[in-house]
């Protein structure tokens, strides 16, 4: 049932020896990239300062914010020659966050994923179809390479066409399939109108995307498996980095290539285990793109509960964000992003509203925008070219399909303190 039952069970004195032993390897590689070097001068910190994991508190944060303003290699710390494959994700602006791994740093990814599906059981005798999308986003090319790892038989059939991705569950005997839950929850409906039950569709891994409780045990019911939930970001490799064992009980963090930390968000004062904040994470083993204190946004807690699996550092499932990050269909949204859009189209006035509902369990997202007074009285053929375009750019952008509603100028509401301009519908998000 282990893949590799020395690292995964590692405690006490022992983790933290290779915790500390690592974290300095990190500091002094991100004293190759530009911005780590000035923080750490500015803050004279250099790696032999940091003698126990507590030091961690020493260094400084890092946001999201901060790896934009590094677009698009600014937080290499190899040669670009070292760089062999580059994801993004999404910003709070037009420009994305860039990604870049190194062949080390694929292979310790895919090793992880390995890690997250043997410890749930699956084998190399499982058939395992992989219902993510293979472009910049990590889940598809993540999962995959773990999964061919392991020696499973992979099924790359990416996203959509869900008649199809039914006839290949039921032809090749799929037994494990990886996909957002909002996604997976239309394929039971779908399957269930095609009049097949899956016989041998056995395990879900499911993320990208908050999911509650309810979700799973009806995702259990409906599809007749047992549903695991899986996190993580492209910033810290991508999805694995945590994982539930058969407990089901949280999820377990890799202790020997992450050190977590909660905040308050608003004080950024370190949290003890079982208070609720800002994940906070520092990748160990990352060697194009190494981290320090990354300010993750999720909410979440540490859980001190000793697990029977024998694993440790343990986290709770989300509950949350502390920015205005919105998660539509396993695609990061920001409200920024949205205004940065609307405001470079000429045509489109001052005011939006966003309204995000779960239409037959997928998130859908309707944007409402006031059109300038000139151009809302025209004919209306040039309306619908001036819809067409939004959509068109809002998609460059946000790499999501959306709708959008063309609305008269002064109709939409207005707002004295700060503008709340998502409405989100999705009851049961978390």
Request: hydrophobic share 35%.
């Amino acid at each position: 049932m282990f893949w590799d039952k020395e690292k995964e069970t590692l405690s006490g004195d022992s983790l933290e020896k290779l915790q500390l032993k690592r974290l300095k390897w990190t500091i002094k590689q991100t004293e190759n990239i530009p911005f780590y070097k000035k923080l750490l001068n500015e803050s004279k910190i250099k790696p032999d300062d940091i003698r126990k994991k507590e030091d961690i508190q020493k260094l400084p944060f890092t946001k999201k914010s901060d790896l934009q303003g590094g677009y698009p290699f600014g937080f290499f710390a190899v040669p670009k020659r070292e760089i062999v494959r580059i994801h993004t994700t999404s910003g709070t602006t037009g420009k994305p966050t860039v990604v870049g791994y190194t062949r080390k740093d694929l292979d310790n990814w895919s090793e992880l994923i390995a890690r997250n599906m043997t410890m749930i059981g699956l084998t190399a005798d499982d058939t395992f179809q992989n219902a993510v999308n293979y472009g910049l986003f990590t889940g598809g090319l993540g999962f995959h390479y773990g999964a061919e790892k392991i020696g499973m038989t992979v099924i790359p059939s990416g996203t959509g066409n869900t008649k199809r991705q039914i006839e290949m569950i039921d032809d090749f005997g799929v037994t494990a399939m990886h996909c957002t839950p909002s996604y997976a929850m239309h394929l039971s409906e779908v399957a269930e109108s095609m009049g097949t039950d899956l016989p041998t569709f056995k395990t879900g891994m499911f993320g990208a995307e908050p999911w509650s409780e309810n979700m799973r045990r009806t995702l259990e019911e409906k599809l007749g498996v047992t549903a695991y939930d899986s996190y993580g970001m492209s910033e810290i490799y991508g999805p694995g980095a945590a994982f539930e064992c058969p407990e089901r009980n949280g999820l377990h963090f890799w202790h020997d290539c992450y050190i977590i930390e909660i905040i308050d968000p608003e004080t950024c004062e370190v949290l003890e285990p079982g208070q609720k904040g800002e994940l906070v994470v520092t990748p160990l083993v990352k060697e194009a793109m190494p981290l320090l204190r990354y300010r993750t946004g999720d909410i979440t807690m540490i859980l001190d509960d000793e697990c029977p699996c024998g694993r440790g550092a343990k986290i709770a499932r989300l509950t949350g964000r502390s920015d205005d990050m919105l998660v539509i269909r396993g695609i990061n949204v920001f409200p920024s992003q949205i205004e940065h859009v609307l405001r470079s189209i000429p045509e489109v006035g001052d005011q939006f509203m966003v309204y995000v509902d779960r239409i037959n369990h997928l998130d859908e997202m309707t944007i409402d925008v006031e059109i300038k007074k000139e151009f809302f009285k025209g004919e209306l053929c040039d309306l619908e070219k001036i819809q067409r375009k939004i959509i068109h750019s809002l998609k460059e952008i946000l790499n999501l399909r959306t709708k959008v509603s063309l609305v008269e100028p002064g109709s939409l509401p207005r707002f004295e303190g700060k503008a709340k301009r998502v409405i989100d519908n999705r009851g049961d998000k978390f």
